[in-house]
Structure formats: C-alpha cells, structure tokens
C-alpha cells in the first residue's frame, strides 16, 4: 500500500507557474513509475507526465512538453510537477499516481487530487 499526498496548485494567469508535490508513504525507490494525470470538466483523465523513478526516465504529453517538468527526490520519496508558462487550457484537477509492481502484479494509486486553475 502506498499512501500518497499532494501539494501545491491553486489560481494563476496565463503564463505563470506552479509546482505540484506528491509525497509518498514509503521508499518511491520500490515504487517502478510516478506520474501526474489531469481531469478536466467533461473530460477523460489524461497522462500529464511520468518518470521511472530508478532512472529518471520522463514522458510527458505532447500538450506540455517544453512547459512542464517532471522530476522526483528519492531522498524525500517525493515527486515534483514544475508548471511554467501555463494556459487556460491547463485549468483541471491534478492527480499524482505511483505504480508499483510486485509478486502479484502491478498496483496504482492515486493521491487526493489538487485544482489547478489558469484563467485569460
């Protein structure tokens, strides 16, 4: 089981910044992915960002590449989402999520989810 915690987000203007924190309950060192997903009004959640927390691998959506960064602090067995430049289309609930991958197959959780709001 792994319990995780989110911080950060709130309102900002077209072409401001934020940074998004997911703390989790124990070592992301046995946890294989950490990632941020993003659900807006209407619409399906969707994969922001993702990083393999052994060796830092990063993926992200073709809507943030170059704005948002995905990193992780294994020390702090935390993982960040650095937000710069944002838009209006940004504006969702943001979600951290862990994968870990045991004897009994792959597990997902998912933090309580922060607002993140851009307006014009």
């Known amino acids: 089981q792994v319990q995780l915690v989110q911080s950060g987000g709130g309102s900002v203007q077209t072409g401001g910044s934020l940074r998004l924190s997911c703390a989790a309950s124990?070592?992301?060192?046995?946890?294989?992915?950490m990632g941020w997903y993003r659900q807006a009004p209407g619409k399906q959640r969707e994969l922001v960002a993702q990083?393999?927390?052994?060796?830092?691998?990063?993926n992200y959506a073709d809507s943030v590449k170059g704005r948002f960064i995905i990193s992780r602090d294994n020390a702090k067995d935390t993982a960040y989402l650095q937000m710069d430049s944002l838009k209006p289309e940004d504006t969702a609930v943001y979600y951290c999520?862990?994968?870990?991958?045991?004897?009994?197959?792959?597990?997902?959780?998912w933090g309580q989810g922060t607002q993140v709001t851009v307006s014009s």
């Open positions: 999520n862990a994968a870990e991958v045991s004897w009994s197959g792959v597990h997902t959780y």
């Open positions: 990083i393999i927390t052994n060796d830092g691998t990063t």
């Open positions: 124990k070592s992301i060192r046995s946890i294989k992915s």
